[in-house]
Protein backbone atom coordinates (compact mmCIF):
# COMPACT_ATOMS: atom_id res chain seq x y z
CA UNK A 1 0.00 0.00 0.00
CA UNK A 2 2.66 2.24 0.94
CA UNK A 3 4.41 1.74 -2.45
CA UNK A 4 1.45 2.67 -4.44
CA UNK A 5 1.16 6.18 -1.84
CA UNK A 6 5.05 6.64 -3.29
CA UNK A 7 3.95 5.91 -6.65
CA UNK A 8 1.12 8.14 -6.68
CA UNK A 9 3.28 11.16 -5.53
CA UNK A 10 6.16 10.07 -8.40
CA UNK A 11 3.23 10.53 -10.76
CA UNK A 12 2.43 13.67 -9.67
CA UNK A 13 5.48 15.87 -9.80
CA UNK A 14 6.40 14.16 -13.25
CA UNK A 15 4.78 15.86 -15.91
CA UNK A 16 6.74 13.56 -18.44
CA UNK A 17 3.53 11.88 -20.58
CA UNK A 18 5.47 8.45 -20.86
CA UNK A 19 6.84 8.53 -17.12
CA UNK A 20 3.69 9.05 -16.19
CA UNK A 21 2.05 6.51 -17.68
CA UNK A 22 5.08 3.47 -17.09
CA UNK A 23 4.13 4.53 -13.41
CA UNK A 24 0.80 4.09 -13.50
CA UNK A 25 1.63 1.08 -15.25
CA UNK A 26 3.30 -0.13 -12.26
CA UNK A 27 0.87 1.04 -9.57
CA UNK A 28 -1.80 -1.17 -11.47
CA UNK A 29 0.50 -4.20 -11.30
CA UNK A 30 1.20 -3.52 -7.37
CA UNK A 31 -2.42 -3.44 -6.29
CA UNK A 32 -3.33 -6.98 -8.50
CA UNK A 33 -0.07 -8.21 -5.88
CA UNK A 34 -1.65 -6.58 -3.25
CA UNK A 35 -4.94 -8.33 -3.80
CA UNK A 36 -3.20 -11.67 -4.15
CA UNK A 37 -1.66 -11.11 -0.83
CA UNK A 38 -4.83 -9.85 0.67
CA UNK A 39 -6.59 -13.32 -0.23
CA UNK A 40 -3.77 -15.22 1.20
CA UNK A 41 -3.79 -13.36 4.37
CA UNK A 42 -7.51 -13.34 4.78
CA UNK A 43 -7.31 -17.53 4.53
CA UNK A 44 -4.80 -17.62 7.48
CA UNK A 45 -7.00 -14.91 9.77
CA UNK A 46 -8.44 -16.97 13.00
CA UNK A 47 -9.27 -14.57 15.72
CA UNK A 48 -12.20 -12.47 15.21
CA UNK A 49 -10.44 -9.46 16.25
CA UNK A 50 -8.20 -9.95 13.32
CA UNK A 51 -10.95 -10.37 10.84
CA UNK A 52 -12.78 -7.01 11.89
CA UNK A 53 -9.37 -5.16 11.94
CA UNK A 54 -8.60 -6.88 8.60
CA UNK A 55 -12.42 -5.73 7.24
CA UNK A 56 -11.71 -2.33 8.73
CA UNK A 57 -8.47 -2.12 6.64
CA UNK A 58 -10.16 -3.45 3.28
CA UNK A 59 -12.81 -0.56 4.19
CA UNK A 60 -10.48 2.22 4.23
CA UNK A 61 -7.96 1.00 1.91
CA UNK A 62 -11.18 0.94 -0.83
CA UNK A 63 -12.10 4.31 0.19
CA UNK A 64 -8.16 5.16 -0.71
CA UNK A 65 -7.62 3.22 -3.24
CA UNK A 66 -11.32 5.29 -4.93
CA UNK A 67 -9.04 8.84 -4.31
CA UNK A 68 -5.93 7.60 -5.71
CA UNK A 69 -7.19 6.45 -8.60
CA UNK A 70 -8.87 10.40 -8.94
CA UNK A 71 -5.95 11.39 -8.52
CA UNK A 72 -4.29 9.35 -11.03
CA UNK A 73 -6.57 10.51 -13.56
CA UNK A 74 -6.42 14.59 -12.77
CA UNK A 75 -2.44 14.14 -12.86
CA UNK A 76 -3.18 12.50 -16.48
CA UNK A 77 -5.51 15.29 -17.53
CA UNK A 78 -2.84 17.82 -16.10
CA UNK A 79 -5.16 18.95 -13.08
CA UNK A 80 -2.11 18.67 -10.86
CA UNK A 81 -3.23 21.40 -8.57
CA UNK A 82 -6.73 20.18 -7.74
CA UNK A 83 -4.40 16.19 -7.03
CA UNK A 84 -2.55 17.81 -4.66
CA UNK A 85 -5.54 19.24 -2.77
CA UNK A 86 -7.00 15.92 -2.92
CA UNK A 87 -3.57 13.96 -1.73
CA UNK A 88 -3.14 16.46 1.13
CA UNK A 89 -6.72 16.23 2.41
CA UNK A 90 -8.68 13.18 2.52
CA UNK A 91 -5.90 10.96 0.88
CA UNK A 92 -3.95 12.07 3.57
CA UNK A 93 -6.27 11.33 6.13
CA UNK A 94 -7.03 7.39 5.22
CA UNK A 95 -3.21 7.01 4.69
CA UNK A 96 -2.69 7.66 8.57
CA UNK A 97 -6.07 5.45 9.29
CA UNK A 98 -4.70 3.03 6.99
CA UNK A 99 -1.26 2.86 9.28
CA UNK A 100 -3.39 3.28 12.33
CA UNK A 101 -5.32 -0.13 11.83
CA UNK A 102 -2.52 -2.43 10.15
CA UNK A 103 -0.09 -1.26 13.17
CA UNK A 104 -3.06 -2.46 15.01
CA UNK A 105 -3.33 -5.93 13.37
CA UNK A 106 1.13 -6.13 13.36
CA UNK A 107 0.21 -6.07 17.04
CA UNK A 108 -2.45 -8.83 17.64
CA UNK A 109 -0.98 -10.89 15.04
CA UNK A 110 2.72 -10.21 17.06
CA UNK A 111 1.06 -10.85 20.52
CA UNK A 112 -0.94 -14.24 19.34
Known sequence: MFRIRALTLRLLLN??????????S????IKGELGKEQ???QALIALPEEQALFDRYLKLEQQYLSY???VVQMALQGQTT??????????NQLADQLT?????????????
Open 82 to 91: EAVALVNGEM
Open 68 to 70: QAR
Open 39 to 41: QRY
Open 15 to 24: SDNAAQQQTH
Open 100 to 112: TTLNELIALNNHH
Open 26 to 29: RIEQ
